[in-house]
């Protein structure tokens, strides 16, 4: 991991990290034995979503992390993500600024259909799911990146 971007999480997740790179775990790993999605756990990892304590329990279980430890940092009432300050802007991250480029080309138009079909409404960053696949194409052999938001 990124030295920089390590210093800028709570202990805590410094500690998740950890013990997933002890357990050779991936995040779709964790996230069945947790039942959760993958990009969920890593939301969790890197500070951006808060689980509950039955998530915390789970994450114990599968870390071998002590659950005291985990209630105590992640699930108090005093814990709240920081979301949203991991990066600089623009970002500098290739794979991070492609996010960055389609929100460039296709934030309006989305903006546009969303208030087409919901009027003014507002679209929710913490409650939404997300999707990474790989899927085949004839002109690449290993395969390309598909994001469903």
């Known amino acids: 991991m990124n030295p920089v971007l390590k210093s800028k999480l709570p202990l805590m997740c ?15 790993d964790i996230g ?9 756990v890593a939301a969790v990892f890197y500070g951006q979503a808060k689980p509950d304590e039955s998530d915390l329990k789970e994450l114990s279980i599968v870390l071998d992390i002590r ?47 969303i208030h087409e079909k919901f009027g003014d409404g507002i679209m929710s960053a913490i409650d939404f799911t997300a999707k990474v696949d790989k899927v085949s194409f ?8 598909k994001v469903l938001l």
Do not use: S
């Open 32 to 40: 069945k034995r947790i039942n959760k999605d993958e990009v969920w």
């Open 14 to 28: 410094q500690t998740l990290f950890e013990a997933k790179a002890a357990k050779k775990l991936t995040f779709a």
């Open 138 to 145: 004839c002109h690449t052999e290993n395969g390309r990146c």
């Open 67 to 113: 659950e005291n430890y985990l209630i105590n940092d992640f699930g108090t009432k005093t814990y709240f993500p920081d979301r949203g300050g991991l990066f600089q802007m623009p970002p500098t991250d290739p794979v991070i600024y492609r996010f960055y480029e389609i929100l460039q080309v296709y934030g309006y138009p989305l903006k546009a259909v």
